[in-house]
Nanobody, 116 residues
């Protein structure tokens, strides 16, 4: 059974940093494109960043230069380093594992709150 568990969220002041982690189990990690998404209050879930099995990354324009996605294939972990946090980054951040079209797995999310 595939499980994704996020951690690392919390309350931080604007300008601060957080490192989110996603622990994956179920044997799919090395094959999956890992992604981070976020959903702010009363907004739709949006893509933040992805990293494929080869280490190629993709970022939303709104986070380029501030967010860094990475993965540790040996430990089945994905990370999102968030720097220079802004109040508008406040959201629940979700880990995603994408294998192919129609086969996605999601974690339950971790809340990031940025105070001004």
């Amino acid at each position: 059974q595939v499980q994704l568990v996020e951690s690392g969220g919390g309350l931080v002041q604007a300008g601060g940093s957080l490192r989110l982690s996603c622990a994956a189990s179920g044997g799919i990690f090395k094959f999956a494109t890992m992604g981070w998404y976020r959903q702010a209050p009363e907004k739709q879930r949006e893509l933040v960043a992805t990293i494929d099995s080869g280490g190629n990354t993709n970022y939303a324009d709104s986070v380029k230069g501030r967010f860094t996605i990475s993965r540790d294939n040996a430990e089945n972990l994905a990370f999102l380093q968030i720097d220079s946090l802004k109040p508008e980054d406040t959201a629940v951040y979700y880990c995603n594992a994408h294998l192919y079209i129609g086969r996605d797995y999601w974690g339950k999310g971790t809340l990031v709150t940025v105070s001004s």
